[in-house]
């Protein structure tokens, strides 16, 4: 659990960056002439590092955007995935040094805050509880960073046949730790399942079911398990 809390710390050290990058849109517009008049100042390329910074810092004190001749909106999206991943990690940095009885973090950015929890995990290995709780919450905030920029929910090919529709159409989705059939033509005989009203609805199968569903499937059990688990290796592969 400790190497997989790492994996899930490093991802989202590469990736939250690019978030801060996607929040402050670009100063002038694509479609906007490069040339300029002769003896005018250049227009601005875009926003500095520093200029995104405090972008940021007022998005996130205020509610606000700063003003400017900016020529499109932050995306609300981008804005809430930061504040969430940002106040996450000053969350768990605070429980961690509290559950380790140390005195209270000093502030620091996010990158930071990342390599100092990164660098209690061996303390914390110590404490199940704790190491889990990391474990989970920066797997949670790594995938929504991930979600944010654009990339897809992973889908993983299940072996054996549908127990409903007999088609080798069973594919695990980690992310939601379940596994469905993607046969748009499936209907299972469970009168509170959707799949038999709602065509864009597929039937599914929580962890709970694994077993009885890699019996009826012909599916091997471990195999299936290892399919549907949501790794940092997988996040960062797409």
């Not at 390329?45 to 499109?72: I, V």
């Not at 609300?76 to 940002?86: E, K, N, P």
């Not at 949501?230 to 960062?236: F, Y």
Request: hydrophobic content about 40%; proline content about 8%; some cysteine.
């Amino acid at each position: 659990m400790t190497a997989d809390a790492m994996l899930w710390i490093e991802l989202l050290l590469r990736q939250f960056p690019e978030l801060l990058t996607e929040l402050a849109p670009a100063y002038r517009s694509p479609s906007a002439p490069r040339g300029t008049p002769s003896g005018a100042h250049p227009a601005p390329a875009g926003p500095t590092r520093a200029e995104r910074e405090e972008a940021l810092r007022t998005e996130q004190a205020h509610g606000l955007t700063p003003s400017g001749a900016r020529t499109s909106p932050l995306r609300l999206h981008i804005s809430d995935a930061v504040r969430d991943i940002t106040d996450g990690v000053i969350e768990l940095d605070e429980a961690v040094h509290d559950r380790l009885r140390l005195p209270r973090p000093r502030r620091e950015q996010v990158a930071g805050r990342l390599l100092r929890i990164a660098g209690l995990l061996d303390r914390a290995a110590a404490d199940d509880v704790l190491l889990e709780h990391v474990r989970d919450e920066v797997r949670r905030m790594a995938r929504r960073c991930t979600r944010a920029l654009g990339g897809a929910e992973p889908v993983v090919r299940v072996s054996g046949r549908c127990p409903w529709c007999c088609s080798v159409s069973l594919r695990a989705f980690p992310a939601r730790r379940a596994v469905l059939c993607v046969n748009p033509a499936c209907r299972c005989t469970d009168r509170a399942c959707d799949c038999r009203t709602d065509p864009a609805h597929r039937h599914a199968w929580s962890e709970g079911a694994w077993v009885r569903l890699a019996a009826e499937s012909g599916a091997d059990l471990a195999e299936l398990t290892a399919s549907t688990a949501d790794t940092p290796r997988r996040e960062g592969s797409r």
